[in-house]
């Protein structure tokens, strides 16, 4: 017998990931080689002026104290910059900006921000699970909406239109998009922030994959003509910086937006490690041909995971944007779920089922980049025998 839980603990399920990779964790242990080509983990390195500077600041003194709940000025400056530059967006460093520990809990923050009991998120059907999964954690309502394979997996705007009620606050998108690749444009956040103004809902943007494997230039959603009222854009410097573990992103909106999850979020941790914000912010200096040479080494990738996916007659777009190929199974595979099971546990191969991205993805799998190219080969090989 234990304590009762809550019915948000009981109503939630442990994320896939945490579970699946303990599997991959018992095989290793058994002296399994597994390759694991599921999860977007950056198997390269930071920057080298990234990881001097965080060597150098843990030395300082005054570097182990808490810090401000908004992160360095240093820090704020140097993601203004990037947005400069990245985006030509200019974001007013002390009142723009809110650095978090990691884009992941800055859902959460949003979420308890702006949801009540009952209150309505639009969520596409496939995504990153979190939004799905902390909208029901504080009680609001989750409506998913469709997305359009033959339209590039934008969204159904017709079925979306039909989705919205007078409960309806926030919608989640995401593009470049998480897991099928598909690319940010203009004329769709256009689009996003003409929705946002008929409905008065606000856009969430998840923009964590803009610079890589980008075959346009990078595009923030507040770079939009009337987005700002309407829209907060989290970021991320795990996957294009190759810091995920380090768990920085932060938030970009305007003043009263960043005040309101502040208020929040004071609450819940105390500020950042000043020497990863003191190297953070030398890595948000990166050149572009420090995002070239780690895209390039991406692109070399692709053509083992092309060679995987053929061997396993699947189909996908050969233009996708973002560290993972997302592909369709073909009729003779009976599920994604015995497909991940046989090639975890028979050819030692770890790959991402669809459907943890929402249930249109029961027919589809997400292969990973962040894996030596070698190594991909390797798992193609391992598929003949
Ligand atoms: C679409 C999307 N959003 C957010 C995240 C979370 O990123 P972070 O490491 O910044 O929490 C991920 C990580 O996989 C992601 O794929």
Known sequence: MIIPLAHRAGQTQEYYFSVKLAEVRKLL?????????????????????????????AYRPDSH????????????QAIARFYAHTYGVDLETETEILPLIGSKEGITHISMTFLNDGDEVLVPELG??????????????????PLDEQRGWQPDWDSLEARVSDKTKIIWLNYPHMPTGAPASRTLFERFVRFAHDHQVLLCHDNPYSLVLNQKAPISL???????????????????????????????????????VLTIKSNVDSGMFKPMMDAAAVALGNSDEWHAERNAVYAGRLEAVHAFLDALHCTYATDQEGMFIWAKLPESVPSAEKLVDDLLYQKHIFIAPGFIFGPKGNRYIRISLCMPKERIWEAVNRLKV
Do not use: C
Not at 41 to 54: A, F, G, H, I, K
């Open 222 to 260: 507040l770079s939009v003509d009337g987005a700002r009222e309407v829209t907060i854009e989290l970021n991320s410097m795990s996957k294009s910086f190759n810091m995920a573990g380090w768990r920085i992103g932060w938030i970009a909106a305007d003043k009263p937006y960043i005040d309101a």
């Open 65 to 76: 104290g808490y810090q401000s709940y908004k992160g360095t000025p240093a820090l704020r």
């Open 29 to 57: 242990a058994a002296g399994h080689d597994v390759i694991n080509i599921g999860i977007g983990n950056p198997d390269m390195m930071p920057s080298v002026q990234t990881l001097q500077t965080l060597a150098d600041a």
């Open 128 to 145: 990153y699970p979190a939004y799905r999964a902390v909208s029901r954690m504080v009680g609001a309502v989750v409506n998913e909406y």
